[in-house]
């Protein structure tokens, strides 16, 4: 069975800078892109950015793009996501997920395309 362990949240002040990490296990993790998504209080999910299977490919969401990175390392099973100049309106819980398709070669930003997602992690970023 597939399983996605996010970790790394925590509290943090706007300006500064977290790191996020998601361990998978359960499927040949370097055949698969990775997605990061997050969902603050009373708003839907949303696409934050993602990683094809090999890492040569990114795609961000417009509002954290030169602020966070997607990163991964196969070798370890772990996708990560560093966070610089944290914002308030970043709080949210963080998940990761993991695409349904071997070998895609974008890093998609639907929800549709993944089929296994992680528990969450939570970030807040305080004034």
């Known amino acids: 069975q597939v399983q996605l362990v996010e970790s790394g949240g925590g509290l943090v002040q706007a300006g500064g800078s977290l790191r996020i990490s998601c361990q998978a296990s359960?499927?040949?993790?370097?055949?698969?892109?990775m997605g990061w998504f997050r969902q603050a209080p009373g708003k839907k999910r949303e696409f934050v950015g993602a990683?094809?299977?090999?890492?040569?490919?990114?795609n961000y969401l417009d509002s954290v793009k030169g602020r966070f990175t997607i990163s991964r390392d196969n070798a370890e099973n772990t996708v990560y996501l560093q966070m610089n100049s944290l914002k308030l309106e970043d709080t949210a819980v963080y998940y990761c997920?993991?695409?349904?398709?071997?070998?895609?070669?974008?890093?998609?930003?639907?929800?549709?395309?993944?089929?296994?997602w992680g528990q969450g992690t939570q970030v807040t970023v305080s004034s």
């Open positions: 997920a993991m695409d349904r398709a071997v070998n895609r070669r974008t890093a998609t930003a639907d929800t549709v395309d993944y089929d296994y």
């Open positions: 359960g499927r040949t993790f370097s055949r698969y892109g």
């Open positions: 990683i094809n299977w090999s890492g040569s490919m990114t």
